[in-house]
């Protein structure tokens, strides 16, 4: 006999089950009720659409058992990078060294002297565990930090600029990340834009022009997540801080990235580092805490020691302050650059970009032996080379050799195995290329390897639940 909406239990009966003892002790009466009645309302509306849904109630038991652990499992975990782009905007950007994640772990569970100094016995300031350490690894005179980069931008375009013009290059208009856009920040912090050139090309001559009694920095912006190819013309930096002293105006570059070594010996693009930046002159330059720096969240601000302190004063900077764990990350983070082969090592962002593709080669042959027990029975698996990506808009041009595992399934739909690895309880991405399932072995990490076995042990013999 179909079930019908006259076999629906009713809320109470369930709750007089003997089984509704476990979910009840365990948790809140208000949230197990509120689960049993959607459960319920669902059975309706299917038996309604024509459907026979298992009214039994250990079926209805199971049901909310899997409804709980779900709304009780975080909903921010760990999930395994096998897309191959290091610093991957939708799967966390960077990931910290285990130093920084010691540092934090330790400053969140202990008080500390965030702003304490600890010499004089008096109020201290939290920028004094970075400044240091970013004036000596930079060389500028000052340096501050904010939040993220956008925030840096938006607290440098207030102080210096409000209501006041910032002459930037039409070829400099970036859009990053879908949110942050330059002409918007400017008109956001009341700096008016005035544009010069044209999207390929732009010359001193047009920043020159564009000077007049209203204006009040020259800005360069780092087109960090695009490239304009054949005939192009941006004007250095170190010329923009020429033109910049002869009208008596600041010149500030938003670098984006902004690395503190040059990568360009492993094979990626050439890039102007912060230190060089620094060099040329400017009097402010931005750049963020998780793209190439490999560190936490940040917003960095490093330049001329006026101009810092006329950052620090502005009401603003306290809107955007820096949390103490992310310092405690950024402090131990910038520790490891004043080794660079220690940084190259211990840092995750900078040791996956730089790691050479005849390791990754034996990663993935390495992980192909790991794999093979009864996972073997339901898809093919090959070792392919493959191209990563830096990601989080550094370096768009750059692709790195590497090796990918290709997975193909024996049965059913490439798209269903990927979307059962990301249901996984450790979800796995990957990506999927002419028919196949790739995880490249870049982002893969060795202790993914169990996570992928036991995800495709699944996939062969699902278990009924
Ligand atoms: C990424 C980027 C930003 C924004 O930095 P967040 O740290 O993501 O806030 C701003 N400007 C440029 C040029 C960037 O590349």
Redesign the pocket.
Known sequence: MPPSLRHIPSVTLLLSDPAAERPLSRFPRPLVLKLLRDILAEKRREIQAGREPSLAPPDLWQELALRIESKTAYHLRRVVNGTGVVIH?NLG?SLLAAQAASQVDRVARAYSNLEFDLEQGRRGSRYSHVEELLTELTGAEGALVV???????LLALDTLAKGREVVVSRGQL?E??GS?R?PE?MSRSGALLREVGTTNKTHLRDYEQAVNERTALLLK?????FRILGFTSEVPLEELVALGKTHNLAVME????GSLLDLSPFGLEKEPTVPEAVRSGADLI??????LLGGP???ILVGRKTVIQGLRANPLNRALRIDKLTLAALEATLHLYRRPEQALRDIPTLRLLTAPPAALRRRARRLLRYLTGPERTAVSLEVLPTQSQVG???LPLSRLSSYALALVPLKGKVNDLEAHFRAHTIPIIGRIEDDRLLLDLRTLQLADFPVLRDCLRAWTAPVSP
């Not at 939040?147 to 931008?153: D, G, P, T």
């Not at 912006?221 to 997540?225: E, L, R």
């Not at 931005?286 to 793209?291: A, E, M, N, Q």
Request: proline fraction near 0%; hydrophobic fraction near 40%.
């Open positions: 905007t950007r939040n993220n980069n956008a925030a840096a931008v970036v990053i990340g942050f330059v920040v912006v780092h087109t960090s997540n938003d670098l984006g990235s931005t750049f963020s805490g998780d793209k969240q940040a917003g989080g808009g550094a």
